[in-house]
């Protein structure tokens, strides 16, 4: 079937755009429907970012409860620890128990290494400078070899859990020379 010509319709296309006043003028019930639909717009972007930014916060918190979700049973140990590090000093002091010092220094080890396979890692004191964050100061002493604001002696071992503070280190903090002699 063959179209036919239609002037008519090629009349149709050419024809101007309506310059009508009431065609391009917005109608006051028009620019409320464009405001709100801004404002729902607008609405709905801060809500999906919102939504977007408690996803990620949610995954980061979930992480870290995972990575330290340990930390009470590991500090737990850490008393007991030290008691055995008591006893093994005591029995250095007691002649005849060498085979048995042996054998606990082994535990020990086995202990140590347990609690370091969980991210648990000592505090390093000797010599260092005093450091709130990481160190308790029980105690200040003048020392003319240790510098002023340093460890003099640990008094109890503090530990970390990966970047976190289990317990700080309990340490002897030096005044510097004594200024009396």
Same mark, same amino acid.
């Given at each position: 079937?063959?179209?036919?010509?239609?002037?008519? =319709?090629?009349?149709?296309?050419?024809?101007?755009?309506?310059?009508?006043?009431?065609?391009?003028?917005?109608?006051?019930?028009?620019?409320?429907?464009?405001?709100?639909?801004?404002?729902?717009?607008? #609405? !709905?972007?801060?809500?999906?970012?919102?939504?977007?930014n408690?996803?990620?916060? !949610?995954?980061?918190?979930?992480?870290?409860?995972?990575?330290?979700?340990?930390s009470?049973?590991?500090?737990?140990?850490?008393?007991?620890?030290?008691?055995?590090?008591?006893?093994?000093?005591?029995?250095?002091?007691?002649?005849?128990?060498?085979?048995?010092?042996?054998?606990?220094?082994?535990?020990?080890?086995?202990?140590?290494?347990?609690?370091?396979?969980?991210?648990?890692?000592?505090?390093?004191?000797?010599?260092?400078?005093?450091?709130?964050?990481?160190?308790?100061?029980?105690? =200040?002493?003048?020392?003319?070899?240790?510098?002023?604001? =340093?460890?003099?002696?640990?008094?109890?071992?503090?530990?970390? #859990?990966?970047?976190?503070?289990?317990r700080?280190?309990?340490?002897?903090?030096?005044?510097?020379?004594?200024?009396?002699?």
């Amino acid at each position: 079937m063959k179209k036919k010509h239609d002037p008519a =319709h090629k009349a149709e296309e050419k024809l101007p755009p309506e310059t009508d006043a009431a065609a391009t003028t917005e109608s006051p019930v028009t620019n409320d429907i464009t405001a709100d639909l801004e404002k729902f717009r607008d #609405l !709905a972007m801060r809500t999906a970012a919102d939504f977007d930014n408690f996803r990620k916060r !949610a995954a980061r918190e979930k992480e870290e409860a995972v990575r330290y979700a340990n930390s009470t049973l590991l500090e737990s140990f850490l008393p007991i620890l030290d008691n055995y590090d008591l006893g093994i000093e005591s029995a250095r002091s007691t002649p005849g128990a060498e085979s048995i010092l042996e054998g606990m220094s082994m535990v020990g080890r086995q202990f140590r290494d347990f609690l370091t396979s969980a991210g648990v890692e000592e505090i390093v004191t000797d010599g260092a400078v005093f450091d709130p964050n990481f160190m308790e100061a029980v105690g =200040h002493e003048p020392d003319p070899k240790v510098p002023e604001d =340093h460890v003099i002696r640990q008094t109890r071992r503090g530990y970390k #859990l990966r970047d976190r503070l289990l317990r700080a280190a309990s340490v002897i903090v030096s005044k510097g020379p004594d200024k009396a002699s």
